[in-house]
């Protein structure tokens, strides 16, 4: 199983980390979704992996990989998207080798599927997966192996949240989500989200844990605070959602 090689893969990774030298860390922005991809690797394998790429900006971040050396073993999604379709599938043929990557819980098709608790590995480098469904029932938070970042998607933006009302989101899943799985990281933990419309590009969890206007709230407020949102639907759900459960392109066009 996908998910079994990659738990293995991560237990062989977290036995020879450790060496001191700093990832590599490329944070890309596509303005139409507001989407932030991220571009991971390791400076001496050259092994690396793509979180979030959007269909539109994939050549712009299979370019990025080629002028930096890298190799792309992976490009993985958070979770199913509705505000965007995922680059994953494009990236596959763009940079042979790369492999897509998604939750099984997200329904979505994928090369491999990943369950909590699972690792990925690139190089002396693993991002654990921490399922934190409340958005969607698939969304995954991905942790570096050493506690010092991670890549919420849409569970957790800077001070602020995803939107629980529509696929099968609930509010009270994506609190508790964040509380157990997020909030107990590290403080000085960095938290690189998928979205921000304000121009922001990281935070901590210390930040979050105190200053996010939402989830300082208790479980029961931050339940009506979401069930009263009234935002409009996103303009690229209904074309999104389907194109994503087919990891954006599976096979390139002929």
Do not use: W
Request: a negative charge.
């Amino acid at each position: 199983m996908a998910g079994a090689a990659l738990r293995v893969a991560g237990r062989q990774l977290s036995q020879r980390s450790g060496s001191g030298v700093p990832i590599l860390l490329r944070q890309m922005f596509e303005p139409k979704s507001c989407t932030y991809t991220y571009l991971l690797g390791d400076r001496e394998s050259r092994e690396a992996i793509l979180i979030d790429p959007v269909l539109e900006t994939a050549p712009r971040d299979a370019q990025l990989v080629k002028e930096l050396g890298l190799r792309l073993l992976y490009a993985v999604n958070t979770h199913c998207h509705a505000d965007h379709i995922t680059g994953s599938g494009l990236l596959r043929s763009l940079l042979p080798g790369c492999q897509s990557v998604i939750s099984r819980l997200s329904g979505a098709q994928a090369d491999l599927h990943i369950e909590d608790g699972d690792s990925i590995h690139f190089g002396r480098f693993a991002l654990e997966t921490r399922a934190s469904p409340g958005h969607t029932p698939g969304c995954v938070t991905f942790v570096l192996n050493d506690h010092s970042m991670a890549f919420t998607g849409d569970a957790l933006l800077i001070r602020g949240c995803g939107r629980t009302d529509f696929q099968q989101g609930c509010a009270k899943t994506l609190y508790h989500s964040v509380h157990e799985k997020i909030f107990t990281l590290p403080g000085d933990c960095l938290i690189y989200p998928a979205h921000d419309y304000r121009g922001l590009t990281v935070s901590t969890v210390e930040e979050e844990r105190t200053l996010n206007p939402r989830l300082t709230l208790s479980c029961e407020e931050f339940v009506k605070v979401m069930d009263n949102l009234n935002l409009p639907k996103p303009q690229q759900i209904d074309f999104a959602v389907p194109a994503n459960m087919l990891c954006g392109i599976q096979t390139p066009p002929s």
